[in-house]
């Protein structure tokens, strides 16, 4: 029979010293009573008895132990698992924030160009309209567009700024138009991925429902990580159905620009063909006063084709004698000519004609020009300059 310092032994290597104690107390408590309640004659039976409920009693106490070690296992391996997806979902949660905070900015840039552009279409059109009644009363009143040429000029340079500022506006739109969509396609990947990540917490949520009499705290914590995944993927769609439609409204505004500065280009064509109607009638006179030149037949619009079929337009083309010499009469029209003016019709069209055409005669017509010296440089470069009131 073993001893009491033996039974402690034993059980010590499956129990804590105070279960120990309280078993150990347990025992010595039977053998006494035991003892006590027998006599002598049963002390051999008793000992083979006690023996044999000793025996199932550490059987007993080892399973448990097993058992116990085992629950410990998997319970720290569900709480590595659980602790590793909250550190995921906390690192999503970051990123989507930051996600969200961009696309908020990005919005406010879009709605401030969107007032901007509105605002300059209201310009826009105040100055359309200037424009029409400036033109409506060229057509009723040719003495009265003469007399006022000059501010007539002055809103043609208006318009030519208005349209550059337009050209820069739908350069700007293009851009931004061209990020939002990259905007859009960055958002798209998240939401696919967001949609991954929510498919992989469905299957974990699945998994620990198995233990969840276990770790009940764990698989509650899960549900809300859950829970706050569908939030953030609902609000990404909405962003990104809040910048499709900013991507919309950014192309209707282009388009309403690029019609604007179509009408604000007729109105200086009309403009500048008035011009060209006007010197067809008076260059002839002018011409033959101040250069001694005879204009053969009329002077018109058209083209000269030289060399290997190249064709250059002309505002001005006509012939002219002057002391039995044929000459060819090619020129253009500005509403405000400037020296860079002279240089490129010297450059793009009396330099290439001349190597074909010897006897050129270049005449510029313009309703002003852009600095004094402007008539007398076009004088040293050969070239005859009338000014609208001239006409």
Do not use: C, W
């Amino acid at each position: 029979m073993p001893t009491l310092q033996e039974i402690e032994q034993l059980l010590s290597g499956a129990f804590s010293p105070e279960q120990v104690q309280v078993l150990t107390s347990a025992l010595l408590r039977m053998s006494q009573e035991i003892l006590e309640s027998e006599v002598i004659k049963r002390v051999d039976h008793l000992e083979s008895e006690m023996r044999e409920r000793f025996a199932l009693l550490l059987q007993q106490v080892e399973a448990l132990t097993a058992q116990t070690q085992a629950n410990t296992q998997a319970i720290q391996t569900l709480t590595e698992q659980t602790r590793a997806n909250t550190e995921q979902l906390r690192a999503h949660t970051e990123q989507i924030a930051v996600l969200t905070e961009q696309t908020r900015a990005n919005t406010q840039a879009i709605q401030v160009l969107t007032e901007q552009t509105r605002a300059n279409t209201e310009q826009l059109k105040v100055h359309t309209q200037q424009i029409e009644a400036l033109t409506e009363q060229t057509r009723a009143n040719t003495e009265q567009l003469r007399v006022h040429s000059e501010q007539i000029a002055a809103l043609t340079e208006q318009t030519r700024a208005n349209t550059e500022q337009l050209r820069v506006h739908s350069e700007q739109i293009a851009a931004l138009t061209e990020q939002t969509r990259a905007n859009t396609e960055q958002l798209k990947v998240h939401t696919q991925q967001i949609e991954a990540l929510t498919e992989q917490t469905r299957a974990n949520t699945e998994q620990l429902r198995v233990h969840s009499e276990q770790i009940a705290a764990l698989t509650e914590q899960t549900r809300a990580n859950t829970e706050q995944l569908r939030v953030h993927a609902q609000q990404i769609e909405a962003l990104t159905r809040q910048t499709e439609a900013n991507t919309k409204q950014i192309a209707k505004n282009t388009r309403a620009i690029r019609d604007l500065a179509k009408q604000v280009g007729g109105l200086a064509m009309t403009v500048g063909y008035t011009l060209e109607n006007e010197a067809y009638k008076a260059l002839p006179q002018l011409l033959k006063r101040d250069y001694g030149l005879e204009v053969v037949g009329r002077l018109k619009r058209g083209f000269i084709t030289v060399g290997e079929g190249q064709h250059y337009e002309l505002n001005i083309l006509g012939e002219a004698r002057r002391n039995g010499e044929l000459l060819t009469i090619v020129g253009e029209s500005k509403a405000q000519l400037s020296r860079n003016d002279i240089d490129n019709f010297l450059r793009r069209k009396l330099r290439p004609l001349s190597r074909h055409m010897p006897n050129l005669f270049p005449v510029l017509v313009a309703h002003m020009v852009s600095s004094p010296r402007v008539m007398e440089y076009a004088q040293q470069q050969g070239v005859a300059v009338y000014l609208s009131y001239d006409f």
